[in-house]
């Protein structure tokens, strides 16, 4: 297996829980890549895309693609526009629509449409989503909606907010080491 994290609205690839996954699974022997996206100058899925596609050649079906925040939308677009098929998404804090906050204008390329969900699920195996019961960017009923579309094991995670570093994750142990086992 190989992973990628993907990072998102103004963060880069050492922020929050990063640096904590990369090294633990690096240790277990997986290749891990944490690319870096344009944000917030140039960030558009155009442009997202284009930083991923130096990657395509790793992507298979044993690729985990994990995605933060707008990296979680990240993941739903590229499983959309591809023709591979990876073997699970692991969502955390991820939206899939506007959300009424000051970065619906600087994310809405990558969430002003309606997704495919169907050619989405059939690029994936198997979807993991986490989402907090007080976040202050993305309500629960969100990430629920997101776990429903797909058809995956939801998480709440009681207390987390964003489940960023400002709030106290600079760590993520939450079940993701029973999820990576699981996916062995």
């Excluded at 955390?92 to 629509?97: D, M, N, Q, R, T």
């Excluded at 619906?104 to 969430?111: H, P, S, V, W």
């Amino acid at each position: 297996m190989n992973f990628f994290i993907i990072h998102g609205v103004y963060a880069e690839p050492n922020a929050n829980w990063f640096p904590w996954l990369k090294q633990g699974l690096e240790k277990s022997g997986f290749e891990v890549i944490v690319p870096k996206f344009p944000t917030p100058l140039d960030q558009s899925l155009e442009s997202w895309l284009r930083v991923f596609a130096n990657y395509e050649n790793k992507i298979n079906e044993e690729t985990v693609l994990i995605g933060h925040s707008l990296g979680a939308a990240f993941i739903l677009n590229y499983l959309e526009k591809t023709s591979k098929k990876i073997k699970a998404a692991i969502l955390v804090a991820g939206f899939f629509k506007k959300l009424n906050i000051q970065y619906d204008e600087l994310n809405k390329t990558f969430i002003d449409k309606n997704f495919d969900w169907n050619k989405i699920k059939n690029n994936c195996n198997k979807f993991f989503v986490f989402a907090s019961d007080n976040d202050g960017y993305i309500p629960l009923e969100i990430g629920k909606e997101l776990a429903q579309n797909l058809g995956a094991e939801f998480n709440i995670v009681t207390s987390g907010g964003h489940l960023n570093k400002k709030d106290g994750y600079d760590t993520f142990p939450l079940r993701l080491e029973t999820i990576i086992m699981e996916l062995e």
